[in-house]
């Protein structure tokens, strides 16, 4: 059976669903009017020290928040595309200076990515980067598991994620889109960014699904 009839039948059986409220969508939908109505203005911008921009398309609580928790802890990776069309505009809108030429994201550490199955900062990247019409790749890797930053405080969550990441790949003279799930305190961003910045990147950039702050 050819591929794109077997994606129709699938969509019949399993409609796509809103990520955020579980309605049924349309095939051309990647979220619901009605989600779009209540929750289409909480994009922004956040400005971390460093300088670092940090676009953002959801407040951290409610639906957005349920979603990213399906979406991260219980396997709901189809989400990833919804989240992207959001991270697309989020971008556009708010950080309309940025030059970037490459995608990458977080990157969780080869036991913790293997306990997970996927690395949800990634899917989400690579969704992007098709959209945005820019590669993705992977120009950063942690090599050692820290302790998980939300159990933190903030004043031990830039400690704990100091000399974590590794550089990889092509870094120096690119523009570079850094995209992860959520920003709380900024601390995981601005260390990559500073790996990235230090390795010779042109300019660092942030998108995350929420703001947790
Ligand atoms: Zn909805």
Redesign the pocket.
Known sequence: MPPNILNRLCRLVYPPR??????V?TCEES??????E??GGQDGVRSLPGPLLCAYSFVYKG?PRDAVLRYKFYGRKEYAHAFAVRGQESVQRHLPYASFSVVTCVPLSRARRKERGYNQAELYARELAKLLDAPYEELLRKDCENRIQHSLGRDERSRNVQGVYSPQGAIAGRGILLCDDIVTSGATLRECARVLLENGAKQVCCVVIANAN
């Open positions: 809103c990520p955020y409220c579980q309605r969508l979220w619901c009017p009605s989600c779009r209540l929750l639906c």
